[in-house]
């Protein structure tokens, strides 16, 4: 009988399709388990990324059924955003059309990898009765006072034509489209994300499962620092520059001033300088390195013709613009002390601004004025007026006192962490439910009316203002107060709004709320959520601070959505990730086509730890399926002998370690996918064994016929998680009814895990005289005694004076004599 895994792999998909295998069905808490990967972007077709990360999550889910669990696996499609806007562009056509036709082709396309998804809550973000209540949420939040609007400086791409959030800015480059970013004023609505900075870190406490990079990217994005907020008055100006700083002890050495070149005040500072165009220049040319760039070249820096004055000493100190400072990071300006930070001391070495020594380690020892190296450490102040002789932290202390005397600064915690803007300039995301009344001013939408929904024919092509602005029957309404004329705001939401809560919706649909608020304290938190790492500063902060939210509003009692976090490695081929434009992506319907289903499964999870990159090679991909084919080929050899349903015979001494190499099997496979998730190993396990079966395969067959039945019967238990067409399809062949989805995980038994006897070598001065059969981990006494008791020993010890014992557990034990 031939492996034909096409039609063998379309019809047990039809098969749990019409049994509703996977549909979710709640039951007491702790008997519930919500397995959840990443939801895709619909962009046509999905990738070998797509492919590993859900083999991993429908390993797992399969696994827990058969443990008993009542398992919550859902897929959706996070289906709003510039890429399908784009390529509706590019295609002439609608984003709704593109995006929809896209999702039915990658639906057919997960479903004929065998995945056990419940189909019944899929969603996609961009249907109104989704983002219905991303509109909620958004006036439900502005109601508890988290949302506002006001002009600000934003992070403009010239490229997608829209504003972008801080963590969507990388090394000064847009996220999607890798376009220099620029500074661009504009009105915005906010979400007040950084009222939880404190909370976000503390609560990290609660996630010891999420992999410390995450954590520490986390930690390092948030950015909580304890310090100074001190203000700088130009000279000659009435401008004031606002610097924090977490070594206010260092404030007299600070001998100049460094700015970002995006500062907003540096047009003013160089607008009356001769040397306007030079500085204009080093703009230019800073502007065009990213973050990266600065942190690896020299230092770079040009004098603005201004002065800052020192609030302490009342000294004038050069104000220059720097490449090492970036507009991201604070206020964008530093007050500079090359004696006491490296990156300053380069930069005033290289460009001879004076260095002053303010800060030492033996407040008697007498130093010298020149500073050769910089001291980083507290110590005592020097040179810093009345506040010299004291301790680092006792000036601080006392500066403080003179800040807040002065209404100079204060001592404060401050986070890198931003409030949210998200404002988008671009036709496809949820519409922001606001409008704009010149009676009753910004007032929300009534909740009856929503969803405010996307017009269908418009014109979505960019033209730097939303597209929404384009339609008058869009703009135009009426004030929910007065119902007098009024206008809406024309701007979309960013899509990560749309996904900082879809597993709450998934978890508990309603059809009057965002989720079933009863309902939801059944599955969440999410006890498994797999994804890439590079959403740690993005989805991962955003997911937690709605969570947090939600519970403040009273709609859940969680504070954390994910628990237990598995970031899988990345899918690379030639040392890269795959993409279309690198032209290396493989293909999977093509692997599919070749070798079914259940062998790219079988490749893409043994060939590396589901954390780690994978490279991919297809000749792994062939020695999955030789796998599959040796296992079919034995199976069909031995089917009459396999179908008797019998059991291995324990009183067998010739086939006992088959039965043992069992046992370790099931608890090795169980414990890498429940405990490690090392899906790997576990596979490795599997392949172990069969090759001792296969191996002796006639010994089993003449000695103890029964274990064959019983090896198949728990090795394909064993198998299913990883290749479930293949493993529901042979055990069908030996004559079961059930499903292996329905049947229960295979137990190993304890005492069956070691070898009951095994041999122990008998040496005498380095010679083997003998052989003992006794019990594993018997002791060195009872083993001596044995020894000594048999013939064999005893003609080469009589006569003679023992010297020395040397005993090596469940090895040998040594006589040396004279």
């Known amino acids: 009988m031939n492996y034909n895994f096409d039609d063998i792999e379309k019809k047990w ?69 510039l890429p399908a806007e784009n390529a509706a562009i590019k295609n002439d056509t609608h984003p709704e059309q593109w995006t929809t036709s896209n999702i039915a082709h990658m639906k057919v396309q997960l479903k004929r990898m065998g995945f056990g998804y419940d189909w019944d809550r ?43 959030a801080n963590e969507q800015v990388i090394d000064g480059q847009c996220w999607r489209c890798d376009s220099n970013v620029d500074l661009k004023k504009l009105e915005q609505w906010f979400l007040k994300i950084r009222d939880y900075a404190d909370e976000l870190l503390s609560s990290h406490k609660e996630l010891e499962s999420w992999p410390s990079k995450v954590l520490s990217m986390q930690k390092n994005w948030i950015g909580k620092s304890r310090g100074a907020a001190v203000k700088f008055k130009v000279d000659g100006t009435e401008h004031e520059i606002d610097i924090f700083t977490t070594r206010l002890d260092t404030i007299f050495g600070s001998t100049f001033f460094a700015m970002s070149v995006k500062h907003p005040l540096v047009k003013d500072l160089i607008k009356d300088n001769p040397e306007k165009g030079k500085i204009e220049d080093f703009i230019a040319e800073i502007s065009k390195e990213n973050r990266e760039t600065r942190e690896q070249t020299e230092k770079k820096g040009i004098f603005t013709g201004k002065y800052a004055i020192n609030p302490f000493s009342g000294e004038k100190m050069p104000i220059w613009l720097a490449n090492f400072v970036l507009i991201e990071y604070g ?18 070495k290289k460009y001879d601004i004076p260095i002053k020594r303010v800060i030492v380690k033996d407040k008697d020892k ?34 403080d006192v003179f800040l807040k005397e002065n209404g100079l600064g204060q001592i404060e915690t401050q986070y890198r962490l931003r409030d949210w803007g998200i404002s988008r300039q671009r036709y496809w995301g949820t519409p922001i439910p606001m409008i704009y009344c010149d009676k009753c001013g910004i007032v929300p939408e009534k909740e009856e009316n929503l969803p405010v929904e996307l017009p269908k024919n418009i014109d979505f092509t960019p033209g730097g203002g939303s597209p929404l602005e384009k339609s008058e029957e869009f703009r135009n309404t009426t004030c929910p107060k007065c119902n007098e004329k009024a206008v809406r705001e024309t701007d979309t939401m960013d899509t990560f709004f749309d996904s900082s809560w879809y597993f709450f919706r998934y978890a508990a649909p309603s059809d009057k709320l965002p989720f079933d608020r009863e309902e939801i304290n059944s599955w969440m938190p999410v006890d498994l959520y ?54 290396n992506v493989v293909d999977p319907d093509g692997l599919i086509k070749k070798y079914g289903a259940d062998t790219v499964r079988l490749f893409i999870l043994f060939a590396a730890p589901p954390e780690k990159g994978l490279e991919w090679n297809d000749k792994g991909v062939e020695g999955a399926n030789r796998f599959l084919l040796r296992i079919w080929n034995l199976f069909n050899s031995n089917m009459e002998i396999i179908k008797s349903g019998g059991r291995g015979d324990l009183r067998k001494e010739e086939t006992k370690d088959i039965l043992i190499k069992l046992n370790q099997t099931i608890k090795k496979v169980t414990e890498d996918i429940d405990q490690r998730f090392h899906l790997n190993t576990a596979i490795a396990a599997l392949m172990e064994f069969f090759n001792l079966v296969s191996s002796s395969i006639e010994n089993i067959k003449s000695e103890d016929p029964g274990l064959l039945s019983q090896i198949f019967d728990v090795f394909l238990r064993l198998l299913s998680p990883f290749a479930p067409h293949f493993a529901n399809e042979l055990w069908f062949l030996s004559g079961k009814e059930s499903i292996l989805e329905e049947e229960k995980w295979p137990e190993w038994d304890e005492s069956l895990l070691t070898t009951q006897s095994i041999n122990i070598m008998v040496q005498i001065n380095g010679k083997i005289r003998d052989k003992l059969i006794a019990p594993m981990d018997e002791s060195e006494e009872n083993l001596k005694a044995a020894a000594m008791a048999s013939e064999k020993v005893i003609q080469h010890l009589e006569g003679k004076e023992i010297i020395k014992v040397i005993f090596i557990k469940n090895r040998m034990i040594s006589f040396v004599i004279r």
């Open 530 to 583: 797999i994804g890439g790492v590079e959403h740690a500063i993005l989805h991962l902060i955003y997911a937690r601070f709605f969570t947090k939210v939600f519970r403040d509003l009273g709609w859940s009692d969680i504070s954390e959505p994910f628990p237990r976090l598995l970031t899988q490695g990345m899918v690379t081929l030639g040392g890269s990730a795959m993409s279309k434009s690198k032209g």
């Open 366 to 399: 007498e130093y010298s004025e020149e500073v050769d190296e910089v001291f980083h450490d507290e110590g005592f102040v020097i040179n810093s007026g009345k506040y010299s002789g004291l301790s680092s932290a006792e000036a601080v202390r006392e500066m």
């Open 331 to 348: 206020s964008g300006a530093i007050m500079s002390v090359p004696a006491h930070d490296e990156r300053d001391f380069e930069f005033a």
């Open 122 to 164: 899929e969603l996609a973000t961009c249907m109104p009765d989704y983002y219905k209540w991303n509109q909620c949420i958004f006036i439900e939040m502005f109601k508890k006072g988290l949302v506002y609007k006001k002009r600000s400086e934003v992070n403009w791409c010239p490229d997608c034509l829209t504003v972008l």
């Open 13 to 81: 998909q039809k098969i749990w399709d019409e049994k509703k295998t996977f549909k979710a069905v709640a039951g007491k808490k702790e008997d519930n388990f919500y397995c959840l990967e990443m939801f895709p972007y619909p962009s046509g077709r999905i990738h070998m990324g797509h492919v590993r990360n859900y083999s991993i999550g429908d390993v797992i889910t399969r696994f827990k059924k058969m443990k008993g669990f009542n398992v919550l696996h859902p897929m959706g499609w996070d289906a709003l955003g």
